[in-house]
Nanobody, 127 residues
């Protein structure tokens, strides 16, 4: 497993933007597919976006398509989530996750494959 640390959360008005970052300590992220998830109060954790190790493949939840963009910089050992046109329903704790045992080369894994998780960063969108 790898230790992941998220940052960049905060309070923003509806329609605003935030950029979340996820960095790893001790190990490189460059060979791992990565994902972002979120959990709102009283709700289950849900998938937001994922990216293959090369960055060539991405996947998004329908609720964020066209508003959020996942990217990565393997040289900086970091993954990002650019969130634009934020809505109050985007309010949640956001987590990054890694699939440290990928089944295939350069793929976006199913949700159950993520085995390393960060502690999360709070995103609050006011109306």
């Amino acid at each position: 497993q790898v230790q992941l640390v998220e940052s960049g959360g905060g309070l923003v008005q509806a329609g605003g933007s935030l950029r979340l970052s996820c960095e790893a300590s001790g190990r490189t992220l460059s060979t791992y597919p990565m994902g972002w998830f979120r959990q709102a109060p009283g709700k289950e954790r849900e998938f937001v976006a994922a990216i293959s190790w090369s960055g060539g493949r991405t996947n998004y939840a329908d609720s964020v398509k066209g508003r959020f963009t996942i990217s990565r910089d393997n040289a900086k050992n970091a993954v990002y989530l650019q969130m634009d046109n934020l809505k109050p329903e985007d309010t949640a704790v956001y987590y990054c996750a890694a699939d440290t045992a990928p089944l295939y080369s350069d793929y976006v894994p199913p949700i159950y494959k993520y085995d390393s998780w960060g502690q999360g960063t709070q995103v609050t969108v006011s109306s």
